[in-house]
């Protein structure tokens, strides 16, 4: 596994006691959202993983969904790699 540093993005989460940051390819923007923004979890969605989902906000004219980060990150399977 070829690991690079330099210009390599990353998500960072801050949830209680847990510091995480998390690799992506790409971020195209960031969007601010107020609580009033997110919307539930359609019934109709009972995709694999859903339970994951803390709903869904408007953007650019379609629906995107918010997940939660909470929930991902503090499940006992999670296996958390630390470099040091």
Do not use: C, H, W
Request: charged residues 25%.
């Amino acid at each position: 596994l070829k690991r690079e540093t330099a210009g390599q993005k990353a998500i960072v989460a801050s949830i209680n006691d847990l510091l995480a940051g998390i690799p992506v390819n790409e971020v195209f923007e960031v969007v601010y959202l107020k609580p009033s923004d997110i919307r539930p979890v359609p019934a109709a969605v009972e995709a694999v993983g859903s339970e994951y989902m803390k709903g869904e906000a408007p953007y650019g004219g379609k629906m995107m969904s918010i997940l939660d980060l909470q929930r991902i990150l503090t499940r006992e399977e999670l296996v958390v790699n630390e470099n040091k």
